[in-house]
């Protein structure tokens, strides 16, 4: 469902958080409560705060990419975003392909593989890249990517997945590139 939105908190008309959310996840902003200490010194010594969703009717990961978008428009030095990372500079696009080629690699030695087991290697592929595909790592996620990647579900009430084909890396790219664009 595409309920995610952008949103940008301006303190005294100057734009000085970038987010994502759905709901009312925006009025973190002007609550007193939240977790940015710099909003809420800013309110709390009388600052004018303001929110204004930007972007509206995005999925998760359009939220992602949008919101990192602006970021890098803006620039993270302006905001009271804060992002330590040291990807923090590479787009969440590329660091999406970058988790899509590392997940190739652990896959293309393998014959059989257990969407369980899988998972906890995603995770720890995702963290390495900045958490580009946070959204991605549940089962069905996993179950969908599987088939890209030359694996077929072993059985209808199963976990577990055989190697139906092998797959170039440029070819597996190519795919996750292409809907990566939309």
Known sequence: MNNYYVYVCYVDD????????KGNRYKHCISG????????????????LSVERV??????????????????GIGLDNLYNKNNSKSADISLRTRSLNCMEDLYQLL????????GDLLADVRVIDRKHNR????????PTIRRLLPYYGFKQ??????TYVRE???ELKEV????????TK
């Open 165 to 167: 084909s092998n797959p």
């Open 154 to 159: 072993k059985g209808r009430q199963t976990m």
């Open 14 to 21: 100057v734009v000085r958080y970038v987010g994502k959310g």
């Open 108 to 115: 293309k030695e393998k014959d059989v593989v257990k969407v």
């Open 173 to 180: 790219m190519d795919i996750f590139k292409q809907k990566l």
């Open 132 to 139: 580009p595909i946070c959204s991605f790592v549940h089962k």
């Open 33 to 48: 409560k939240s977790t940015c200490a710099e909003l809420n010194k800013a309110l709390f010594t009388g600052s004018e």
């Open 55 to 72: 972007f509206m009717g995005l999925s998760e990961e359009q939220a992602f990419a949008w919101e990192q978008e602006v970021i890098d």
